[in-house]
């Protein structure tokens, strides 16, 4: 796969037959514990574009240069995990969802959609993703 992200620790997915709707509480579990906030970048490898690949590219450079250590990361593709979609109200082919926590639990998220028209100039997208993190986290 040509996108590769480091996972820092795992996201356990879970989905059943005849569940409650989909949640943030209900999708997203911390196993360990951790306290510190999740980027999660969805794309959607059937409805992809022509410059998701290139963001995704970008984005993790983002992640990398100003978050390694303050948030974990992960990339997940919405086709194979579509309960997602609903629990996030995600459109397009990527998006990127902040996620807060708060004693190990979720305590709420906001995304960012069409991450892939940004990328015309690096320096604006940095700023952009960054000041998104930054304005929902407080850092």
């Known amino acids: 796969m040509r996108f590769l992200l480091i996972l820092w620790t795992s996201l356990i997915l879970f989905s059943t037959a005849n569940a409650a709707p ?23 490898s059937a409805n992809t574009c022509e410059n998701c690949l290139k963001a995704i590219d970008m984005l993790t450079d983002v992640l990398r240069q100003n978050y390694q250590g303050k948030l974990h990361a992960y990339l997940i593709d919405v086709q194979k995990h579509p309960e997602f979609i609903s629990a996030f109200r995600l459109s397009g082919p990527l998006n990127l969802v902040i996620i807060r926590i708060s004693d190990g639990a979720a305590f709420g998220y906001d995304k960012m959609s069409g991450i892939q028209s940004k990328i015309t100039n690096r320096r604006d997208f940095s700023r952009s993703i960054t000041e998104f993190i930054n304005n929902f986290l407080g850092f």
């Open 22 to 44: 989909a949640t943030l509480q209900n999708l997203y579990v911390n196993p360990q514990g951790k306290k510190i906030p999740e980027a999660v970048i969805f794309y959607n």
